[in-house]
């Protein structure tokens, strides 16, 4: 069983940054894709960042040139650090993993509880 944890998320001014970190735990796993998602209120989940094992990297338009996603394959850890933040992204934000179990050939998908994340002055 795989376990994610997300932390950083919190409140922060329009402008600010954050940088919202995604640990998964458990054993006999490999992660392959990690990826960002947000849920404002009243919409529908959606992407905002995805990282491959390897390192390539994709953003939403919204979030271009204001969010990085980085990982620590070693600590099976994502990153997402968020800079110049606005009003409108705010949302709760879930970290996701897929990947599968050591020695089986299954496919398995992985979502963290979520953290809030609010841009208010």
């Known amino acids: 069983q795989v376990q994610l944890v997300e932390s950083g998320g919190g409140l922060v001014q329009p402008g600010g940054s954050l940088r919202l970190s995604c640990v998964a735990s458990?054993?006999?796993?490999?992660?392959?894709?990690m990826r960002w998602y947000r849920q404002a209120p009243g919409k529908q989940r959606e992407l905002v960042a995805h990282?491959?094992?390897?390192?390539?990297?994709n953003y939403a338009d919204s979030v271009k040139g204001r969010f990085t996603i980085s990982r620590d394959n070693a600590e099976n850890t994502v990153f997402l650090q968020m800079n110049s933040l606005k009003p409108e992204d705010t949302a709760v934000y879930y970290c996701?993993?897929?990947?599968?179990?050591?020695?089986?050939?299954?496919?398995?998908?992985?979502w963290g509880q979520g953290t809030q994340v609010t841009v208010s002055s």
């Open positions: 458990g054993t006999s796993f490999r992660i392959n894709d």
């Open positions: 996701y993993a897929d990947g599968r179990t050591i020695g089986r050939y299954d496919f398995n998908e992985y």
């Open positions: 990282i491959t094992s390897g390192g390539n990297t």
